[in-house]
């Protein structure tokens, strides 16, 4: 499957040819690289262009995240050059690796959602080429799509959502964050209470978190708050990245994204 010209997901009925560089690997990675993995990313990559090929991986696993969250990773990156036109070939382990929460993992992708992914992939390289603002967001993001302790993975995309959505350092953020969010993911009434609410909730954890007060949070809830605050975001990030409008207008200034979002929300009441 291509998500991009160039970038391919692709299946091998035995292990491609990686011109020796397979056996610089221990025996265990090697097991863990060629058993349990049925397919492989593939690309081409030119010295020197944009986006490198760590940030292609990256990009590429997070448009398969923003459909729905599964156990996808990669542990390996083999580089291999064409040594008549002067380029090598390398072989680099991957520490930063996607997480997963336990329990809340689809086990199948299908083909409607590799299309889904294919048409996030190419907005998402836009902004990470730019490196303008909506980049801090996507970086949170990996950061916290990254991290194996919870709360630096809440820390990460409640700070990714606030990067997506503030305008504003006025006191009252929960309340503007939620707002901004609700009217932006929804449009009947009900939908954006529900959304309002929910948005509150888990924003709330993460003030816990940053206050000391993580103690606060059931152990038992910690990862399902996590869940679900990574399904807030993913919800966020689809409404932003399918629209160019609104990309345009959150990379703009803090007037740009007021006036956006003062529009978008208005009539609409938060409920108490």
Request: hydrophobic residues 40%.
């Amino acid at each position: 499957f291509e998500l991009t010209p160039g970038l391919r997901i692709r299946h091998f009925n035995q292990k491609p040819d990686l011109q020796g560089l397979d056996a610089t690997l221990a025996e265990d990675e090697q097991t863990d690289a060629f058993s349990p993995a049925q397919h492989w990313l593939t690309f081409h990559w030119d010295e020197g262009t944009e986006p490198s090929p760590a940030e292609t991986v990256n990009l590429a696993l997070v448009a398969l995240w923003l459909v729905k969250p599964t156990r996808s990773h990669v542990a390996f990156r083999f580089q291999l050059g064409q040594e008549a036109a002067g380029g090598g070939k390398s072989r680099s382990r991957l520490f930063d690796r996607f997480a997963w929460v336990p329990g809340a993992t689809h086990e199948e992708f299908d083909n409607s959602d590799l299309q889904s992914a294919s048409s996030y992939y190419p907005a998402l390289r836009d902004i990470c080429c730019a490196g303008s603002r909506l980049n801090d967001a996507l970086i949170l993001t990996l950061t916290g799509c990254w991290s194996h302790q919870w709360q630096a993975a809440l820390i990460c995309h409640a700070a990714a959502a606030e990067a997506l959505l503030t305008y504003s350092t006025a006191p009252g953020i929960t309340r503007r964050l939620a707002t901004s969010y609700a009217c932006l993911v929804e449009t009947q009434r009900a939908c954006r209470d529900a959304a309002y609410g929910e948005f509150r909730t888990l924003y709330s954890v993460r003030s816990d978190i940053m206050h000391g007060r993580a103690q606060n949070v059931p152990s038992s809830q910690r990862l399902t708050l996590l869940a679900r605050f990574q399904n807030v975001l993913r919800t966020l990030w689809r409404a932003v990245i399918t629209s160019p409008q609104l990309i345009s207008v959150l990379e703009g200034s803090d007037a740009q994204r007021e006036a956006y979002f003062s529009q978008l929300t208005s009539g609409y009441t938060p409920p108490p």
